[in-house]
């Protein structure tokens, strides 16, 4: 290939963000119309940057990755296994209902997320500048330092911590790990959060009220989400909203903790397809 040749390809692709980045700050949530074979023009898409990805739907997300909600799941392993023959981790789980599924369906299509979930694209995805994928490689990057996760397409400390943290059970009192103190507690988170921490799941990917009405049921609902599902070592720290009763001496453990939740989730989030 010439060099000519590379330079025309260089001009075209310079245009192609220039224009994009453009949009983006301008606050336009309209994609542009691109062809959908352009690929690298749908890459810098002004919906995948800020602020056009705080408004971004559903549908025009997936109007481009329809593929993650289409089940793909393979019934043989490539070893042989018959999916039918083995059971995924997160089949151990007395929530989980159904056989083996994809990441994203499972977050939302699976029956239990239909019951006690609103998930958006945008509420793990806020957007994807294809530049960052590693640190302080560009001049506009919004994600550098502390909010940067090194070629992942989500900051999992904000998103997948949240749900697939560890129990912080040191904190909370308990005697050892829920697995261990549940019988102790009848396997009823209930018993003490009828009355503690009573302002809890007030955010816009959450149902709140399907939550409680799950939680009455049993401690496997709550388990599953702190602690029970842990992808992690570590644990989320939540925001420790006030609630009626709530002692105002703030213990040690709690004077870094905020005490709302994220604006982006307390917000009307952008309507569902």
């Known amino acids: 290939m010439s060099f000519f040749v590379v330079l025309r390809h260089l001009a075209v692709t310079v245009l192609v963000v220039v224009g994009s980045m453009s949009s983006a700050l ?18 810098y898409d002004a919906l995948h940057f800020k602020p056009a990805i705080d408004r971004a739907t559903d ?7 329809a593929e993650v909600v289409k089940a793909s799941v393979r019934t043989t392993s490539p070893a042989g296994v018959k999916a039918t023959a083995a059971r995924a981790w997160y089949q151990q789980t007395t929530t989980y209902r159904g056989e083996q599924d994809t990441f994203h369906r499972r977050h939302l299509t699976s029956a239990f997320a239909k019951e006690v979930m609103a998930l958006r694209c945008t509420t793990c995805h806020q957007g994807n500048d294809p530049r960052d994928e590693n640190p302080w490689s560009s001049a506009t990057s919004l994600r550098a330092g502390g909010d940067f996760a090194l070629r992942k397409m989500v900051t ?10 560890q129990m912080n059970h040191q904190v909370m009192g308990l005697p050892g790990p829920w697995s261990q103190s549940r019988e102790m507690f009848q396997n009823n988170c209930l018993m003490c959060h009828a009355a503690i921490r009573t302002n ?19 401690g496997d609902s709550c ?7 842990a992808w992690y070592r570590t644990h989320y720290p939540y925001p420790r909203h006030a609630w009626p009763g709530m002692d105002p001496a703030v213990p040690d453990w709690a004077k870094t903790r905020p ?9 009307t989030p952008a309507a569902k397809p």
């Open 26 to 43: 301008a606050g336009d949530t309209t994609s542009a119309t691109a062809d959908p074979a352009d690929y690298q023009r749908a890459r």
């Open 200 to 218: 809890r799941h007030q955010v816009n990917y959450l149902k709140a009220e399907a939550i409680e009405a799950a939680g009455a049921t049993g």
């Open 259 to 267: 005490t709302q939740s994220e604006a982006r989730f307390v917000a």
């Open 223 to 229: 388990y599953g989400c702190h602690g029970g599902r």
């Open 59 to 65: 549908a025009q997300c997936l109007a481009c990755h």
């Open 156 to 165: 999992p400390e904000k998103s997948c911590l949240k749900c697939h943290g």
